[in-house]
């Protein structure tokens, strides 16, 4: 596939371009955090740092507005009353820039969720409108891990145009016609003698996360484990129950629904959900199944590593991103999850 | 022997009587990670003192049938005595090591001095410099440049409470002068306050770390933002739930907060959440000339009342 080449200092000029036809949705650079957001006019876009956020709120918001509702009092009886219903489906078409591989490859584990058997309108709506433009990963980080969830830093999949860093800019490669739909003639030159440059940086990525842990292959040990209660004790032990693993993973796609009200109006919204909270599984009887936070641990775990790739051809419901592991506040590192668990459960 | 030495020893000592002891782990180069002490292989891990950022007082609440031995700096020490206070732990169940402290490494500061921090593969610390290195290179940093914010304004760093000292107290010079940050913001007008707020509140992801790092939010599972049965909060991710939500938590902490930082620590975003909390201190300070986690037979302001209070001038309102 041809390669074209964007400079630098034409990225802003890109994103401008593409802000005249769809939502793109980018990070952000803000008191030294890059978290993904749709992105305003001149704003600036940060490809350098690891996006501390992950690209799913693009068709995962984290509040999706299902529908508002109005209910209307009859004024000759008011014990009758009418609900008014108007939905509320996202049509934009949008672009992720500067996906990471490991964005990308969160969005084709997201779709057996939401495009399965059940459909999801709302997420197909943003899903099917969405263009993915993925930035090879030339510098991870030690909290990475990609090539042990299946993926790796120059890893296409999921990705309609990549671009490979270079010194001066980056190498565009279209991967589909959507992708290369992008590459305008006025923003784009001839990509020159920069591939050797690029291929440089890739073996260089490649070779960092050579021995990166392998995540899959934990099923039958995990089940071994289940009842292991003082094994799920140790692991958990040091978690706060917050929320950070699951808001910034890119594979995370539990959600709950509510109603929320004032007066006769209201909206029923979809919001991201979180398995270490204790609300999670709290039934309406008072029961909770998962009360201790090694059951929810448990929970989290076994949906990742071995009830999802049981489902998904081995394939784990992670894709080594690292974002929990760097903001977790009690540096839990999954890492050392799931290697325990091979260790001990076999 | 090193500090680090001594605390080994110290736990090794007391590890038979205690069902576990709290302290940290050598988990990641750049931060410490919370180490749950069980037997005497687990102190081979035993991280630096300066790495030990967080605050093992968070798990005091829900461990509290057990007898624990925990490791506190002079900040944890603060909310030992205020968990204390509140009768939420028991002291007889506590075996407290106290560990003098000279300030902990702030890992994002690190990062924002040196571009590959997350490439990082060890760190020491040498005559108040910190030496990084990291897959590619090799950074020497001034100590004080990365030291953690809490620690720049720390007035107690001695452990306020403990069975054992581990090592020699530090001698306590002159009181730090606060950073101007919590003056510069007062000298702010209440619109520019609010837009502060509200644009640092667009950038919260609710994801709670501030609460469940807190040792003192016990609530747990009963937190108002939680309760659907009462509908307090909405689950939506705008500015006003969001507000909302650190209004309360600042409120709920007033009088109660040892402003140990972990709230502000814990954001994944990088939130400067604590100076509000800070704010709501230095009012409780002005109005009842009371500081948190101090003494451990005190009651916190909010928590009593006397009928006629020193500055609050109600007949005259």
Known sequence: MSLAFLAREKLPAWTERLRRDMAVFAPILKNGHATFRAVGPNEFLDLDRIPVTSAKLTVFPQTDILFSFVIKKNPDDLTQTDIELKSNLAETPRVILGARPCDARGLLLMDPVFDGKVKDPYYLARRERTTVVALACAQPDRACFCPGAGGGPYDTAGADLMLLPVQDGWLAQALTEAGKKLLYDDIFEAPGDRQPQAQELRAKAEAYLAHAPDMRGAEKPFWRLFHDEEFWDEVTAGCLRCRICAYLCPACTCFTISDEEQGLRGERIKTWDHCMSYMFTQEASGHNPRSPKAYRMRNRIGHKFCYYPEQHAGQVSCTGCGRCVRSCPAGIDIRRIVDKIKRKGV | ?317
């Open chain 2, 1 to 317: 022997m090193s500090k680090l030495d001594l605390l080994r020893e110290a736990i090794r000592a007391k590890l038979p009587e205690l069902d576990l002891v709290l302290a940290w782990g050598d988990d990641a180069p750049l931060r410490a990670a919370p180490l749950f002490v069980r037997s005497e292989d687990d102190l081979t891990r035993l991280a630096h003192p300066a790495l030990c950022v967080t605050n093992g007082a968070v798990y005091l609440y829900t461990l509290r049938s057990k007898k624990i031995g925990l490791v506190v700096k002079g900040c944890d020490s603060r909310s030992v005595i205020q968990l204390l206070q509140e009768k939420l732990v028991a002291r007889e169940s506590l075996y407290i090591f106290g560990l003098p402290c000279d300030g902990v490494i702030d890992e994002r500061k690190i990062g924002q001095e040196i571009t590959d921090a997350g490439r990082t593969v060890s760190l020491t610390i040498e005559e108040g410099r910190v030496r990084v290195r990291t897959t590619d290179n090799e950074h020497v940093l001034d100590l004080d440049a990365v030291l953690a914010d809490r620690c720049l304004r720390c007035r107690y760093p001695n452990p306020l409470i403990y069975d054992e000292l581990v090592g020699e107290a530090i001698a306590v010079g002159e009181t730090p002068q606060e950073p101007d940050d919590l003056d510069a913001f007062e000298n702010l007008s209440l619109d520019e306050r609010h837009e502060f707020w509200m644009e640092t509140m667009r950038r919260c992801i609710r994801c709670y770390a501030c609460r469940n790092a807190c040792p003192m939010c016990v609530c747990r599972a009963h937190c108002l933002a939680d309760s659907r049965s009462q509908h307090w909060l909405s689950l939506e991710t705008n500015v006003s739930q969001k507000w909302f939500f650190q209004v309360l938590h600042t409120l709920h902490l007033a009088g109660r907060c040892t402003e140990c930082g972990e709230c502000e620590r814990a954001c994944p975003m990088g939130l400067p959440i604590l100076l509000m909390r800070r704010k709501m201190n230095k009012e409780i300070k002005e109005l009842f000339g009371y500081e948190a986690g101090i003494d451990p037979t005190a009651t916190p302001p909010l928590q009593t009342f006397s009928i006629e209070e020193d500055k609050i001038w109600e007949r005259e309102l």
